[in-house]
């Protein structure tokens, strides 16, 4: 969650950008996956950390097998 290719990810899905096939990273691909779930209004950062609530938001997911 914390490298640049999440956040890019994350960001594109959020605006409304198609998938960019040239980005080849699997966390590009997690990022835009988190971003389908995620309310538009949480923000991924909080100052300099993660944020804890996206955190467990991304936790719940993985262990059901929504982002892998």
Request: aromatic share 14%; charged share 20%.
């Amino acid at each position: 969650m914390a490298s640049p290719e999440f956040a890019r990810g994350l960001a594109d899905v959020r605006s409304g950008v198609a998938f960019d096939w040239r980005i080849n990273s699997w966390e590009y691909e997690r990022g835009r996956l988190f971003g389908c779930i995620a309310p538009l209004n949480m923000p991924l950062w909080v100052g300099s950390w993660l944020n804890p609530k996206a955190l467990a938001l991304y936790v719940a997911a993985d262990e059901r097998k929504l982002i892998t």
